[in-house]
């Protein structure tokens, strides 16, 4: 098994490759879908969050109120570092569990936005960094996901450098230009990780 470590600032398109790799048979492990599964309706890690944060990161029917929640995490570093607190220690149990249930031969891919600043990368046999330049990810952010300009530095604020994630990368993939451009990289990229995975057998 190969474990491989995917991250890349917000909006800079780790997600879309993500869905490449998934396409061509990577196992992904992705830690922002099992941090919303860890604090769904009814479960212990909700009832830690509320615990923590109140009754008002709540929508009326019970759900986590993410967007109420991220207006308060994203503006004050220590009320960040108590949802880390609560959330993070049950998405790395989740993610073991998942990766234990694939294949021996498997490539998994961990998908992690916050490798760089949990210092994370040594946990993997290798780590691929999805690079996009501010301008570019700042564009993307207020376009295609309707946030306000400061909504998006804030968000892109508060994750690690450009330079830090850079640091910690074994394999960059470059994604400031067009979708058409990141398939071809992707794909290479994919053949890499089936002859390291080959290798290690």
Avoid: C
Wanted: proline fraction near 6%.
């Amino acid at each position: 098994m190969l474990r491989v470590g995917l991250t890349g600032g917000i909006g800079a398109g780790k997600s879309e490759v993500s869905r490449l790799l998934a396409s061509y048979g990577a196992v992904i492990v992705d830690s922002d879908r099992i941090a919303r599964e860890v604090v769904g309706p009814g479960t212990p890690g909700l009832a830690a969050v509320v615990a923590e944060f109140g009754d008002a990161v709540l929508t009326p029917d019970g759900a986590l109120d993410r967007p109420k929640l991220g207006a308060i995490v994203f503006a004050a570093p220590d009320r960040l570092a108590a949802l880390n607190a609560v959330v993070h220690p049950l998405v790395r149990a989740r993610s073991a569990e998942l990766e234990a249930a694939a294949a021996p031969d498997a490539v998994v891919v961990h998908d992690v936005p916050l490798l760089a600043e949990n210092g994370l990368a040594p946990l993997y046999d290798l780590v691929i960094v999805v690079d996009a330049g501010t301008d570019t990810r700042l564009d993307r952010l207020v376009r295609l996901r309707g946030m306000t300009p400061e909504e998006a530095r804030a968000r892109m604020t508060a994750q690690a450098t450009r330079e830090a994630r850079l640091a910690v990368a074994d394999i960059v993939i470059d994604n400031d230009g067009p979708l058409e451009a990141l398939e071809p990289q992707v794909s290479k990229v994919w053949q890499q990780l089936r002859e390291r995975s080959a290798g290690d057998r």
